[in-house]
């Protein structure tokens, strides 16, 4: 499509102007350039696509960035991006260095709050409207929460709290039910509800239709019939859950009729107390493929690009971790009738959607509802059940209390599994699995465990199996398990026994995880240089292998430890503490994630930048045995 709008546009102040030819034309340049460019780049596609016009309308109605609009899962933002200033830098998304896919306040004015996770935008929006009036400052505020946001418990804590303070706030709610997942729940069927009620729908069609024939002016009529619209929802439509809430609530409304937004948001924008837009979407809109899969292409892979021989990059056959999981979970349901799988709206992302069909009644998809996904499966535990919570690493924090409260402090054999744990990539510091290791290590009587490669996922998993009167935490990256043999057997492990891989007597490097292949690398580059290194797979973070560690107290020169999460409180940090207090005095080196946020970019350069690679830890040790000093 030939872009001629686009391009000139540097601020949303240049198209406030627009006719409604215009922003129509508009709406439909963004989302052919969305489209051309992140099916080239990859990223987030399907949920942008679903709000184009919402975006155009909002820059077009409101004084950005005076006024403020807060987006939730911020995903959602890649058109909003192109309107504030970034239409170039948009082929850069997701890229080392470049936009980044979420709401990021440091790269743009426009961008006013963070948005990663998901349902915080009512509760962030509230706030900034609260500071809005201690300041005596004079601005609207509008939080666009979508994409299964409404289903997080947060989003009720910040509409309940909104309610009480009855400050100036709109509300938007993009209705397109989905998350990545189609919605689920009693808040998706009561939308649903209120969008195809038959009743309302026909009544409100039929007086619409009629007041447009009458003498006395169709604007100030049907200004009059929409008082009285107001009192027929309240009779007619289910639950009225928003408006008991405290807010006023409008629509639904046609969310890619950017006229009929136009109109509805200067018609609202003044209304000094709570109110909610209820808009109704299509995720992948205008793209026919996209709207018929929004699933598949809620993110799109880039096109893949020749190596530098000309030809397209191998294919492997080995399975990710999160493949992995997806076999195993069903592997073991099979075997055991009290296992049962729950995830946070991420069936697809933790690789369960083979068990869900299979297992439909093991199933559970809370929404996203971390916290009570993991109190719902302390629940489960509590009765004998088996629950096995998958939540990405990052997620998790999000579900912290209920992880100590209701599954540690009451010795229940709850089972998380966490993928993205580590670096996550082109998602950046919102998903990075950094700090798992670190915020489970503190809580008492909790089992933390990281498997080398797919078969060691087995072996740990029918492990946990095996404990009943505790938590274990399961850990893996969004890379490749490197090994895994599907007809393979279980064996269950002691609990905090390490696996030397490679016995060596100058140096021992104590790696977590897939790290142990590149620890194994770099030892065989140490070994010709005259240094022998010895290689341990610590796939029990927590506890530790005291036994071990007493045996190399007076066995190594140096000893490394190599982890994919923050060195604060990491599993490094207990080594080296117990070897302090023990008695070690030779050379000891932590790697690991620093103590500042790891920006977005390829998982192997991320890697590689930190040190956290098999060249990383080859200079590691050679220093180390050269200075024969401690340095942690």
Known sequence: MQLELLPKIKSPADIREFNSKQLRQLCDEVRSYTIDVITK????????????????ALHHVYNTPKDKIVWDVGHQGYAHKILTGRFEKLTTIRQYKGLSGFLKRTESEYDVFGAGHASTSISAALGIAAARDHHGDDFRVSAVIGDGAMTGGLAFEGLNNAGHLRKQLLVILNDNDMSISPNVGAIRTHLTHVITNPLYNRVRDEIWRLTGGLPMGKKWTRTFIKKIEEGLKNLIVPGIIFHELGFRYFGPIDGHDVEELVHTLNNIKNIKTPVLLHVVTKKGKGMDVAEKDPVGYHGV?????????????????????????????????????????ITAAMGEGTGLIPFKKEFPDRYYDVGIAE????????????????????????????????????AAIQHLPVIFCMDRSGIAGEDGPTHHGALDISYLRCIQDIVIAAPKNGNDFRNLLYTALDITDRPIAIRYPKASAVEFDQNGQAELLPIGCWEIERHGSDAAILAVGPMVYDAIKAAEKLESNGISSEVVNCQFIKPMDEAYLQSALKKFKVIVTIEEGVIKGGFGEGVISWLSEHGFHGGMK????????????????????LGLDTEGLVNTVSKLMADKTVSI
Request: glycine share 10%; aromatic share 6%.
């Open 301 to 341: 892979k880039a096109t893949p690009t020749p190596n530098t021989n000309g030809q397209p990059e191998p294919v492997t056959d080995i399975p990710s971790f999160q493949s992995v999981f997806g076999h195993l979970s069903r592997e073991v349901a099979r075997n055991n009738k009290e296992v049962v799988c």
């Open 371 to 406: 916290g009570h996904g993991v109190t719902f499966a302390s629940g489960l535990a509590a009765e004998g059940m088996r629950p096995i919570c998958a939540i990405y690493s990052t997620f998790l924090q999000r579900a912290y209390d209920h992880v100590v409260h209701d």
């Open 41 to 56: 780049t990859g990223g987030h596609l399907a949920p942008t696509l679903g709000v184009v016009e919402l975006t155009v």
């Open 590 to 609: 932590r790697l690991g994630l620093p103590d500042s946020y790891v920006e977005h970019g390829p998982r192997n350069v991320l890697l590689q930048n």
